[in-house]
C-alpha cells in the first residue's frame, strides 16, 4: 500500500482499479485524453448503497502536495457511486458496484499520482481507498533491464533497472527538476528511486538503480486458478457446495518443489469473474516447509483477495498432525496470483518463502516527475513498463 491509501473493511472485496476496459492494464491515464479509470468493488450482503468519491493529488513519494483542489480538478469535488447491480448468488449475496472516472461530472487538470477515496454517503467516513496515476505523455521513454548474479548469499538473480528520457525544453536543470522511480510488480509503495543519473547527453535524462539497491528477480507468484470453483481446477482437491460459505480446500503447496517451472506472467491484480453469478469461497491453504525454513514467526497468505495486506483472518497455523501450515481466505471466483508472507518485528518478508527456480517474469515501470517550480509539487510526465526474460 502507498503512504495514505485506506484498507477497506472486511465487507469490500474484489477490488479492481484499471484504464478502460482492459482489466490487466495500468491504473494510469494520459491527461487531456478520452482515458478514463475504471473502478470495481463488491459489497457483501445487504441492499444497495450511496457512495461518495473524491481524489487527492499526491507528490511522488505518496505525500499530501498541499495543492488546493481547485489547481487539480475541474467540476464537482466529489462524485457519487449511485448504482449497484444485485449478485444471483446467495451465501453470501453482493451488490456490485461499478465507476467511471473521469466523466462529465469532474475532470483533472494535472498530471501526479493521486489516491481516489471511496466514502461512506452519510459520514463522509473513507472506507477504502485506491492509487492510480496521471501521466501527461512528454518526452521520450525508453526502460531496459539488466540481469545480475551473485549479489546475495543465495545466488539469487538481481534486475537493474535502466530509463533513458528525453525531456521538454521547458526542463532547464534536469538534475534537480527531474527524479526517476522504478516499481516492481506494480507494486507502489515500494518504489525506489534512481540513485545513479548520467546527464553527459544533451536533452537526455539517463537514470537507474544502483547494483547493491538493485530488485530481486525471482519475486515469485504462486497461481490460484477458481474460475470455476464447482468444476474444480489443477489446484483444487476437495469442495464442499452445502457449506455456507462453499469450503474449497486447495492441495499443498511444498517450497521448492518444483525444480522446472512453467513460465509465466503474473496476474498483478488478480481477475475476479465479473457475472453477478460468480460466487465467493471459503479457500483453505496448506503449506509445508523445509526443515531449513522452518520458523516460529507467524505466516500469512497474501493476494490480491486481501489487497497484499497482512490480515489476521489469513494467518496460517501449525498443524502437527500434517507437519504443515494452514489457513483460509474467502475469494471471489476467479484467476489469482498469490504468496506466503513472513512477518517479523512488523516487517513483511514475501521473498523467503518463495521458490528458488523462477518461473513468474517481473514487471518494471519506470516513471519520470517534474518539480513544477509554480505548484511545488510532483508532476507525472511519463511512465514506461516492461517484462523481464
Avoid: C
Avoid at 76 to 99: C, N, T
Avoid at 120 to 126: C, L, P, V
Amino acid at each position: 500500500m502507498v503512504k495514505g491509501q485506506v484498507a477497506p473493511p472486511s465487507h469490500i472485496r474484489s477490488i479492481q482499479v484499471y484504464r478502460g476496459s482492459r482489466k490487466q492494464s495500468l491504473p494510469a491515464i494520459e491527461l487531456g485524453s478520452s482515458d478514463h479509470l475504471t473502478l470495481r468493488f463488491d459489497v457483501l450482503g445487504g441492499t444497495s448503497r450511496l457512495f461518495r468519491v473524491r481524489v487527492r493529488h499526491r507528490n511522488s513519494d505518496w505525500s499530501d502536495s498541499r495543492l488546493m483542489t481547485d489547481y487539480y480538478l475541474r467540476g464537482f469535488r466529489e462524485d457519487l457511486i449511485e448504482r449497484a447491480q444485485p449478485s444471483g448468488v446467495q451465501d453470501p449475496h453482493y451488490m456490485h458496484y461499478r465507476f467511471r472516472f473521469p466523466n462529465e461530472n469532474t475532470q483533472l487538470r494535472i498530471s501526479g499520482n493521486y489516491l481516489m477515496e471511496v466514502m461512506e454517503y452519510e459520514t463522509s467516513q473513507i472506507l477504502f481507498s485506491v492509487p492510480f496515476f496521471v501521466h501527461e505523455n512528454t518526452g521520450r521513454m525508453e526502460l531496459s533491464l539488466e540481469e545480475l548474479y551473485g549479489l546475495d548469499s543465495r545466488y539469487r538473480v538481481h534486475h537493474q533497472p535502466f530509463a533513458r528520457y528525453v525531456y521538454p525544453s521547458y526542463v532547464i536543470s534536469p538534475i534537480t527538476d527531474l527524479k526517476m522511480l522504478f516499481v516492481q510488480n506494480r507494486f507502489w509503495g515500494r518504489a525506489s528511486e534512481a540513485d545513479e543519473e548520467d546527464m553527459s547527453e544533451s536533452g537526455v535524462y539517463r537514470a537507474y538503480i544502483s547494483r547493491p539497491n538493485s530488485f530481486v528477480g525471482v519475486y515469485e507468484f504462486r497461481q490460484l486458478d477458481l474460475r470455476r470453483y464447482d468444476a474444480g481446477g489443477p489446484e483444487i482437491v476437495q469442495v464442499r457446495s452445502e457449506t455456507i460459505p462453499p469450503q474449497v480446500w486447495l492441495f499443498r503447496d511444498v517450497v521448492n518443489l518444483d525444480v522446472s517451472p512453467r513460465r509465466r506472467t503474473p496476474i498483478a491484480h488478480g481477475l475476479p469473474r465479473d457475472d453477478l453469478r460468480a460466487r465467493y469461497a471459503d479457500v483453505h491453504f496448506q503449506l509445508e516447509l523445509p526443515d531449513r525454513e522452518a520458523t516460529d514467526l507467524p505466516i500469512y497468505i497474501y493476494g490480491p483477495f486481501n489487497n497484499w495486506t497482512i490480515k489476521e483472518d489469513n494467518r496460517m497455523e501449525y498443524q502437527s498432525s500434517t507437519d504443515s501450515y494452514t489457513g483460509r481466505a474467502l475469494i471471489k471466483e476467479g484467476e489469482y496470483d498469490y504468496k506466503y508472507a513472513i512477518v517479523e518485528k512488523g516487517r513483511i518478508d514475501d521473498l523467503r518463502l518463495d521458490a528458488s527456480f523462477a518461473s513468474t517474469a517481473q514487471e518494471y515501470t519506470s516513471l519520470v516527475y517534474y518539480r513544477d517550480p509554480g505548484l511545488q509539487a510532483d508532476r507525472l510526465l511519463q511512465l514506461e513498463s516492461g517484462l523481464s526474460r
